[in-house]
């Protein structure tokens, strides 16, 4: 089982930053993959970036040139940095794990809310 704890969500004007944090604890394997997902209101939960533990990235169209995953896999962390924020953006983040052979497995923390407005 895996826990997984978000932090660094808050109030940020338009084209401002915010860094997301993400620890993780439990069993987790060598091989595996955290991301950062978000649901907006009224739309289901997508897919913003993802890093592989062999340090592989993949992001979202509306993410790319503008956010950043990070990790650190001897602590088993992983940071989301957002850059030029946008109304847009306004949505609770959650952190997830998927360990490697392990039925397609997903851990999920409760998220952290992100809230773009002047």
């Known amino acids: 089982q895996v826990q997984l704890v978000e932090s660094g969500g808050g109030l940020v004007q338009p084209g401002g930053s915010l860094r997301l944090s993400c620890a993780a604890s439990?069993?987790?394997?060598?091989?595996?993959?955290m991301g950062w997902y978000r649901q907006a209101p009224g739309k289901e939960r997508e897919l913003v970036a993802v890093v592989t533990s062999g340090g592989s990235t993949n992001y979202a169209d509306s993410a790319k040139g503008r956010f950043t995953i990070s990790r650190d896999n001897a602590k088993n962390t992983a940071q989301l940095q957002m850059n030029s924020l946008s109304p847009e953006d306004t949505a609770v983040y959650y952190c997830n794990l998927r360990n490697y052979n392990d039925y397609g497995v997903r851990y999920w923390g409760k998220g952290t809310l992100v809230t773009v407005s002047s």
């Open positions: 439990g069993i987790i394997f060598s091989i595996n993959e």
